[in-house]
Each structure stands twice: as C-alpha cells, then as structure tokens.
C-alpha cells in the first residue's frame, strides 16, 4: 500500500529584513529567502527592509497579524549579541508559544558549518496570532541552513513524519 500525498499548499509567507544598513540592492539574505520560497511553491505575500528597532519591527508584525497578511513570517537579521541586534526584544515577548526545538536543529545545522560560532546566533521560531515566526541571522548562509535545512521540509505538507501546515487549523484551538 502506497502512502498518499496531500495536495501541496502554497503558504502566504512574509519576510522582513532587520539591518541599519540593508536596502533592496545589498540584501542578499532576503533575496535569496524570496527566491528559495518561491520555488517551494510559496507566495511572497510581503517583503520589506526595517531598521533594527523594536517598535518598528513590532509594528510591521502588528500590522501583519492584524490584515491577516501572511502564515509565516521569516525575518533575518537582528539576531546576534551587538547592541543593535534587537529582533529577539521585538518579538519573543509577543509569542504565544515558542518552537524550541527550532532553535535547537538550525545549531545543530549550523554547528557542523561554523562551528561553535553558532553561539552568537539567537535564532527561534514561535507562533504569535496563528502566525508563524521564524527569526533567522542576517548571513545569506544562515538564511539558507534555516530554509534548506529545516522549514522548507516543514512548510511542506507532504513531509512526513508531520509538518507545521498540518497543524494550521488547530493553532487556534482553546
């Protein structure tokens, strides 16, 4: 017997690049996050470039939320140990819920490229409103351990054992 696969769903997916010094011509993280996505079979529902600052990211993830814009929301950038870096300040204490062991595979991942250089990275993923967050460092090479190693699998509904998109409508379960 055959297993049989689910009819794939494109996913609305944002992404915001968080950099002092990023414009659409230099960023070559969230280019390539746009191009990988789109090949998944995903949408660019939004995509844009904000200043490392905590009210500016956290009012692009309000407005967002409040359109019901996206499923996913990727960010790169913001994620290390500078005192600029504040992605982790904007969002973790909006998230409902946080996806712990995400963190844990992208250093997994990144380890055996980088070694322990990973540490500086505090990527994590979590769901605030329904909506997936992913935040990712701002190397396009991080950005492509995170999408190629683990949620391009994830946001996949043929990815078996289990996958993020079949749990979409339970997120909102009381």
């Not at 692009?60 to 996913?72: K, M, P, Q, Y």
Request: proline fraction near 3%.
């Amino acid at each position: 017997m055959s297993e049989e696969k689910d009819k794939f769903i494109s996913l609305k997916i944002g992404i915001i690049t968080i950099s002092d010094t990023r414009n659409v011509n230099n960023d070559t993280s969230g280019a390539y996050l746009s191009e990988a996505i789109k090949q998944s079979g995903h949408e660019i529902s939004k995509r844009v470039i904000v200043k490392d600052s905590i009210e500016q990211i956290r009012h692009i993830l309000l407005e967002w939320a409040s359109e019901n814009a996206v499923d996913v929301i990727i960010t790169t950038g913001g994620t290390g140990l500078t005192g600029r870096d504040k992605t982790p300040e904007a969002i973790e204490p909006l998230l409902e819920k946080k996806i712990d062991g995400f963190a844990a595979l992208f250093h997994q991942i990144s380890s055996t490229k980088i070694g322990t250089s990973t540490i500086q990275s505090r990527a994590f993923g979590g769901i605030y409103k329904n909506i997936y967050i992913f935040s990712l460092p701002g190397s396009t090479n991080a950005c492509k351990d995170a999408w190629d190693g683990i949620l391009k699998h994830q946001l996949n509904i043929n990815h078996k054992p289990c996958n993020l998109v079949e749990i979409i409508p339970r997120l909102s379960e009381k």
